[in-house]
């Protein structure tokens, strides 16, 4: 079964509102990271937080990660159409060094 | 500089055949990984590889799937006797090593007829 696991499936929303989207994971992380791809292609990478931080920004995006929940949040504010993307997390978990993806959320920004 | 290059980007096979499936990572990236994406679904690990260490083959579905990586740089994903339930996109990702970001292809769509 997959590390981790995005929630909700799919998330609609207008342009301008914020989208969260959530991931669990399941054993202890050395980094969780988030990644976009749009339809057809591969997956591009948005931002990366280590195990002992609890928040992250990049532009727009801001990630919480909380390891006492195994749990992080993927908060894109003031959303616009070409967001329109599936959305996933990745785990890098012991000494494995292979990052292990979850199901991804399918966010549509309606114009 | 130039990104993870696959190649084919699409490809259709009968079934029984085999295919190879080519990834050129970035220049300098030490780890190499193959993943696997269904229609709508996530990314399914196969197989990784991390300089000159042993690959983790554990995500292999089975003996049919096989995969090289040469000179530390260009890698290629064998499936031999391919079925229909092959049918996916395969996705290949570098990077400079573990805890840091991957970098992906746009991956070779395999369908098995």
């Known amino acids: 079964s997959q590390q981790g696991e995005e929630d909700p499936q799919a998330l609609s929303i207008q342009e301008g509102e914020n989208a969260t989207m959530n991931c669990s994971y399941k054993?202890?992380?050395?980094?969780l990271q988030w990644y976009r791809q749009n339809s057809g292609r591969g997956l591009v990478h948005l931002i990366l937080i280590r195990s002992n931080e609890r928040e992250k920004h990049s532009g727009r995006l801001r990630v919480t990660l909380d390891t006492s929940k195994k749990s992080s949040s993927l908060l894109i504010t003031a959303s616009r159409a070409a967001d329109t993307a599936s959305y996933f997390c990745?785990?890098?978990?012991?000494?494995?060094?292979?990052?292990?993806f979850g199901d991804g959320t399918t966010l549509t920004v309606k114009p | 500089g130039a990104g993870v290059s696959q190649s084919p980007s699409n490809k259709v096979t009968e079934k029984g055949k085999d295919v190879e499936l080519r990834c050129d990572p970035i220049s300098g990236h030490t780890a190499l990984y193959w993943y696997r994406q269904s229609l709508g679904q996530g990314l399914e690990f196969l197989i990784y590889f991390q300089g000159n260490s042993a690959p983790d083959k554990s995500g292999l579905p089975s003996d049919r799937f096989s995969a090289e990586r040469t000179g530390g740089s260009v890698s290629t994903l064998t499936i031999q006797r391919t079925q229909q339930e092959d049918s996916a996109v395969y996705l290949c990702?570098?990077?400079f090593g573990q805890g840091s970001p991957l970098h992906f292809g746009n991956g070779t769509r395999l369908t098995v007829t």
């Open positions: 990745a785990t890098d978990a012991g000494n494995a060094g292979k990052s292990t």
């Open positions: 990702a570098s990077s």
């Open positions: 054993t202890s992380i050395n980094n």
